[in-house]
Each structure stands twice: as C-alpha cells, then as structure tokens.
C-alpha cells in the first residue's frame, strides 16, 4: 500500500489505475511461474534465478522511486513479473543445503524471517513514506523509501551472489542423532 500512496502524492494516481498495475503484475506473474520458471530453471540453476528475481525487483524498485512520469509504473510493472522467482529460488536453494531431517527447521526459520520483516518493515517504511511525501522533507525525492528498499535488495543480492548452492552436507546434528539413538535404548 506504500505504492498507493506514493503513487498518489507523485502522479495522482487513483486506485483504479493501481489496480490495472495490479492486475498487470498478477497475470504476468502467473505466467512467468508456471511457464518460464520450469523452462529456465534446469538451465541456470536456482542461485542465476535468484540474483535475476534480485536484479528485477532492484530495478523495480528504483524505477518507482525515482519515478520522473506517470507511465514509469506501468513500466516498471514488467520487472515485477520477474520478482516473482526470488522465493521460490529461495526455498530451493535452502531446502536443497539442509539435510533432510531439518526441512522443516530450515522452511520454518525463513517463514518466520519473513513474517518479521512483514511486521517491522511498514514500522519503518510508513513514516519514511509520509515524511517524503510531505512538504516538510529533506529534500524532493517522493519515492525516496522506495529507493531506500532498493539498496537493502543490493545488499541482499551481493548475499546471494555469494551462495554456493550444493548437495546437503552431513551436519554434526545429523551424526550426533545417529550417535545418541544407541544411548538412548540402552538407558
């Protein structure tokens, strides 16, 4: 809803010209996860997916923020599409380093990551928002938090850049699971 209201106080835009941006993101999405993720996938590999989904949602976001006409959006809505393979490069990449017996640990730590970012992120990005938009700011920047979200996905994307996605290895908590069954029968 932080679009909404930039894209209100930047271009006057309403809900309903919000809304075909929307639906131009939903489709487009659709399409992309069910046909080209699939196709692209065994070529590239789930980390090339990730810092692609990275780079778009970057490039999104700077377009936003940095928005000079109200055409820009629309635009900017064709990198959206692509944002869409972040997560489930994610989760692959995740799944695909964790043993087996720690799945669920692994799925269940980056669904509670995420759920706190979904809660802190409109504490921070609110007030910047409205602070930006208003005529107190610092500066004419409207999209500025948007930018701001931008440089965390550059950092997240020179993470991701790092990853060396692989088999799982043998932990230690699998072989000291091992190690322990034996103890616990023979107590």
């Known amino acids: 809803m932080l679009l909404y209201y930039y894209l209100k106080a930047a271009f006057g835009f309403n809900k309903n010209q919000l809304s075909e941006i929307l639906l131009l993101v939903g489709v487009g999405s659709i399409v992309t996860q069910m046909l080209v993720l699939p196709l692209i996938n065994p070529l590239v590999g789930e980390k090339v997916i990730l810092c692609i989904g990275l780079l778009a ?13 109200a055409w820009v959006p629309y635009m ?17 990449i995740i799944s695909r380093a964790s043993s087996s017996k720690n799945q669920g640990k692994a799925q269940g730590f980056v669904a509670g990551v995420e759920s706190i970012a979904s809660l802190l992120s409109p504490l921070v990005m609110s007030p910047l928002t409205s602070w930006f938009i208003s005529s ?4 004419n920047c409207k999209g500025f ?14 993470y991701a ?11 230690s908590s699998d072989s000291e699971d091992d190690i322990e069954a034996p103890l616990l029968s023979e107590s």
């Open 57 to 69: 949602s970057i490039a999104y976001a700077l377009f936003n923020g940095l928005a000079w006409a």
């Open 76 to 92: 900017s809505a064709t990198f959206k599409v692509v944002v869409v393979f972040v997560s489930p490069a994610t989760y692959a």
């Open 136 to 139: 107190s700011a610092p500066f």
């Open 145 to 158: 938090s948007i930018v701001c979200a931008s440089v965390c996905m550059m950092i997240s994307l020179c």
């Open 161 to 171: 850049c790092l990853l060396k996605p692989g088999v799982p290895s043998t932990s």
